[in-house]
């Protein structure tokens, strides 16, 4: 992208930003730009946010970018929600710009019925070590950490300063490296072993969450995922983070290993990576993994009653369905089909027969406990 393109003036939902749109994949040395490709990433946040119990909380955008993120929170949030927002990005420009952006909205800093606002100019490492005052204890409540490609680098100062009940919002676009295509990355970054085949975004996402996890676990905090998918190029997980050794224990008793079968298609969960099928054939596998809930239901339903985004609907509530099937994995209608050499089996009537649901990792998946 050149990066001298004339900023415009673009809109998304109530807020205006004045921006660069991004003409394709972004990457971190563009100028201060807008990806239209996580508005329904913000949508879902804002929803989330308003979902849950939390109030006056202390929210950290470490990767603003144009700023816009933040910006909907302050418009879109409900008014309780926000004590103070740290707005960060170490783009040069980017005070100016999010001034600027503030200023184009109707949002008045020095305004005393605006919620403060702190805006800062650093890496994002430093931007978490640098937060205390004579005011301020330096921890938060939301955190939300959406980089480019691996949150690795991210992980550990975010955690560390997540209080006890907060919520931590993760975002990784490098799937490539967790659904099997490179993987040696896999283990390097995520020290998991991934698979290649029709499951790979869940066993992806589940490999993301496990790793956040055990940054977690070492401070004692038990980060215990409340919303989780996987979306366009995009994985992304909502943890609470809930404080106590025991807690942490139980996380552990859920990183498993997943166990496939390409041979006959049948999978499983289990403590150990090496097993034999009933089909008499070697397991495949995937892990170590987070082989536990990937979304509370109570919440999904609340967001799906209460959303204001039509556009996120029916997503909420695919994933309000699979939230209610317990297993590990899904089944794919082609891919059955495929290794029984036959015509796939209409969705509607594979529903019935598995008593299932649709999954969002696969427009042809179905998640069931029947075996």
């Not at 605006?114 to 978490?128: G, P, Q, W, Y």
């Not at 995009?234 to 224990?249: M, P």
């Not at 859920?254 to 054939?281: A, D, G, V």
Request: charged fraction near 25%; include cysteine.
């Amino acid at each position: 992208m050149n990066s001298n393109a004339t900023p415009s003036i673009i809109n998304e939902n109530n807020t205006k930003i004045k921006a660069t749109l991004a003409k394709r994949d972004p990457n971190k040395k563009q100028e201060i730009f807008y990806n239209p490709l996580m508005q329904s990433n913000r949508n879902i946040s804002i929803l989330l946010l308003n979902s849950i119990p939390n109030k006056e909380m202390d929210i950290a955008d470490p990767l603003a970018g144009s700023g816009i993120r933040s910006i909907r929170f302050l418009k879109e949030l409900k008014k309780e929600k926000i004590g103070r927002i740290f707005v960060n990005d170490k783009k040069e420009n980017f005070q100016e710009v999010f001034k600027n952006n503030l200023t184009l909205n109707k949002i008045k800093m020095s305004k005393p019925s605006t919620k403060k606002i702190v805006i800062k100019n650093d890496e994002a490492e430093h931007f978490f070590l640098n937060q205390h005052s004579t005011d301020y204890c330096g921890y938060f409540d939301y955190i939300d950490i959406d980089p480019f490609g691996s949150p690795n680098q991210f992980l550990n100062s975010a955690v560390a300063k997540i209080k006890r009940q907060g919520i931590l919002a993760i975002t990784a676009t490098d799937t490539a490296a967790l659904t099997g295509t490179y993987p040696q990355v896999t283990k390097r970054k995520y020290w998991a072993t991934s698979q290649k085949n029709y499951l790979m975004h869940e066993t992806g996402l589940r490999i993301l969450i496990r790793k956040v996890q055990l940054q977690g676990i070492q401070f004692d905090k038990a980060l215990v995922p409340i919303l989780a998918y996987h979306k366009d190029h995009y994985f992304r997980v909502f943890f609470r983070s809930e404080k106590g050794k025991e807690k942490c224990d139980e996380l552990i008793k859920q990183h498993l290993y997943f166990l496939f079968c390409p041979h006959c298609l049948n999978f499983k969960t289990s403590r150990f990576n090496k097993e034999t099928c009933s089909c008499q054939k070697e397991f495949t596998f995937a892990g170590p993994l987070w082989a536990g809930d990937l979304s509370e239901t109570t919440l999904l339903e609340k967001m799906a009653t209460e959303n204001p985004f039509p556009e996120e609907q029916l997503f909420l509530e695919l994933l309000l369905g699979e939230s209610r099937i317990k297993t590990v994995g899904f089944h794919d209608l082609h891919v059955m089909a495929h290794k029984e050499k036959r015509d796939a089996e209409p969705m509607e009537v594979a529903l019935l027969r598995l008593k299932g649901v649709r999954t969002h990792f696969s427009l042809t998946g179905i998640k069931t406990e029947k075996r």
